[in-house]
Structure formats: C-alpha cells, structure tokens
C-alpha cells in the first residue's frame, strides 16, 4: 500500500478518470480529482473514494483555461494543505479531455485547433507547472489512445494530438529523471463511454466490428483501465519508465 501519497487524476468524475480515481484509491493513495462542470459527479466519486478509506478532494478545472493554471495548483496546494496535512502530490495523470470523430478532410481549422489544445497544450502546460508542487520520486501518467498505433477513420485530429503526447511522455522522462521522477503512457483500446459522443458504446455496429478485431473478443469498459494507472503509481512500477503501455485486449493485433 502506497501511504502517504497523493495523485492529482485530472478528468476524474466520470468514464475512465473516475475508474482511474477509485483504483488508485484501492492502493492506498489519496486522491485529488478535477472536474469541468459537473461538481455533483465529482462528489459522488469523492464519496466513493472516502468509502475506500482514502482522503480525497474535487476541484474544478478547464484544461483550455491556461491562464488560470496557475492559480488552480495554488488552490490544489491549500487543499492539500487543509485536508492532506501537505502541499506536494506525488502522481499527476492527464486523463481530462474530449475527442472528435471527422473526417481528415471535413475536419475544420476549429475542430483542429480545439484538439491542440484540449488533449496538447493544456497538458503540456498543467504538467510543466504542476512538477513545481511534485515530490521527487513521484510520476506522470499520460492518457494516450491504440489509435497511435493502428488506425480508425475519423480521428485524425484526436489521435495526432496524442502522437505527441507520446513523444512528450519521453522527454519528461528524461528531463526529470534526475528528479526520479517517472513518466508513462497508458493507451486504452476502444472503451464504451461517453467520450466522443458515446461512439463506442453506442454505435452497434462500430462495437461488433472492434469486438471482432479485438483478440479478447469484447470492446474495453472503463474498469479494464484504472488498475494499469494505479500500478504506475505504486512502487511496484518503479523501474518502469518512459514507455507507452497499450490497453486494449489485443485490438487491431
């Protein structure tokens, strides 16, 4: 059990975050989760995550507001302060963010830019300055997508912007090393949620063909995710550094 430590899941009231939340939970962490506009969600899963045993807290955050990135983690830190007796976090998972299904070539100069921004440069940035209140030791987990590997039509735009996320994940890897602090990347398969309009989920016919190229037989459900977030942030992934670990059940293999 990881006593004493904090993650920050970022996106963490609803769909894969909220999963994300309750497994590190379940590790014995402490949890900080962030949510857009829905804070009753995100008291339910402060609710559920206390029901573990664990201190959590619920924040609000728009991960396109750059400008307030700042004063968000001064709000994270007197939190933590008030309800963790501390003003570090040791785990910072970017789960937050939104996808689209277009086109390449009806995808709009809007669409395109939205992506950048919600699922690269918010993280980017949150990241950059949320290692300031990290402790040394600690890591990062990025949520990427197997649609950096194996390709779907319509996500073009979505699964460029995680391309990068990928690369980044490596150079933070390097460049806080010395921090010994870790970075990695988790790529969920298709999973049935609400993301990109429920288009998994509710899309009989985009669920059968994934289920039938999927090795495992079955489209993901969130739970099949947060247990591989919560492992990276224990010390049982301490060696486990700079990598993109796909959970998908085999999809597109």
């Given at each position: 059990m990881e006593k004493g430590k904090i993650a920050l899941v970022t996106g963490g009231s609803r769909g894969l975050g909220k999963d994300m939340a309750l497994s590190i939970a379940k590790k014995g962490l402490d949890v900080v989760i962030t949510y857009n506009s829905n804070k009753d969600k995100a008291d339910e899963v402060i609710k559920e995550i206390e029901s573990l045993g664990q201190k959590a807290t619920a924040i609000q955050l728009n991960t396109t507001k750059f400008d307030k990135f700042q004063s968000f983690l001064e709000e994270v830190q007197s939190a933590l302060?008030?309800?963790?007796?501390?003003?570090?976090?040791?785990?910072?998972?970017?789960?937050?963010?939104?996808?689209?299904?277009?086109?390449?070539?009806?995808?709009?100069?809007?669409?395109?830019?939205?992506?950048i921004n919600v699922q690269f440069k918010g993280t980017y940035l949150?990241?950059?300055?949320?290692?300031?209140?990290?402790?040394?030791?600690?890591?990062?987990?990025?949520?990427?997508?197997?649609?950096?590997?194996?390709?779907?039509?319509?996500?073009?735009?979505?699964?460029?912007?995680?391309?990068?996320?990928?690369?980044?994940?490596?150079?933070?890897a390097k460049?806080?090393?010395?921090?010994?602090?870790?970075?990695?990347?988790?790529?969920?398969?298709?999973?049935?949620?609400?993301?990109?309009?429920?288009?998994?989920r509710d899309n009989e016919g985009m669920n059968k063909t994934i289920a039938a190229n999927t090795a495992l037989g079955r489209v993901g459900l969130p739970h099949d995710i947060g247990s591989v977030v919560a492992f990276l942030c224990t010390d049982d992934a301490k060696w486990v550094n700079a990598q993109r670990i796909e959970v998908s059940g085999g999809q597109m293999i």
């Open positions: 302060k008030t309800n963790f007796g501390t003003d570090k976090i040791d785990f910072l998972v970017n789960n937050a963010g939104i996808g689209i299904n277009v086109p390449f070539s009806e995808t709009s100069e809007e669409a395109l830019d939205s992506m949150l990241t950059q300055k949320a290692i300031n209140i990290m402790n040394d030791g600690g890591g990062i987990v990025n949520i990427s997508t197997g649609l950096t590997r194996f390709s779907l039509p319509g996500f073009s735009a979505y699964a460029a912007m995680k391309g990068a996320i990928e690369t980044l994940t490596k150079y933070q460049e806080l090393g010395a921090r010994q602090i870790r970075a990695n990347v988790v790529a969920p398969g298709a999973i049935e949620t609400d993301f990109g309009g429920g288009v998994v």
